[in-house]
């Protein structure tokens, strides 16, 4: 079950000067992707705890954008992180943008797909080292792909 996030329209507002690769209308995203992944990559929508295959995910391959194919995560940075959701301690280099979100009570930082804009999770300051990061990632923002 995926739930349209409080932050559904500030995942859509990108900042004025932010241009992405890859572009589509709303109604081009509504066809190119399942419901589930338009909810959460579009609209900042949020996965269930422990509901995508990905989180037990443990081959050695990377981990890539849903919407636009763009490679995110190596395996080699995956944690288990105990929160349900697939989790990484490092960004490919150049792959996502952050920005603060506060659309919640507290203010967190947003990841997002650094091609096309979309939605993929929010990192906290809580993860292993080396970087203390842990990048908290929606499952069906992700595919898949062995190395």
Do not use: I
């Amino acid at each position: 079950m995926v739930t349209a996030g409080a932050c559904a329209t500030h995942a859509m507002s990108s900042p004025p000067d932010t241009r992405f690769a890859v572009t589509h209308t709303d109604a081009e995203w509504r066809k190119l992707l399942p419901a589930a992944q338009y909810s959460v990559l579009r609209e900042a929508g949020t996965e269930a705890p422990y509901s995508s295959p990905l989180n037990d995910e443990h081959r050695h391959g990377v981990f890539s954008c849903a919407g636009c194919a763009l490679d995110l995560y190596s395996s080699d940075t995956k944690f288990d992180s105990g929160t349900g959701w697939p989790s990484f301690w490092k960004a490919l280099d150049n792959a996502v943008l952050e920005r603060p979100d506060n659309s919640l009570v507290m203010t967190r930082t947003e990841v997002l797909c650094s091609r096309c804009g979309s939605h993929l999770g929010h990192v906290f300051d809580d993860g292993p080292q080396p970087t203390g990061l842990r990048y908290c990632m929606n499952g069906v923002a992700m595919t898949f792909a062995l190395l």
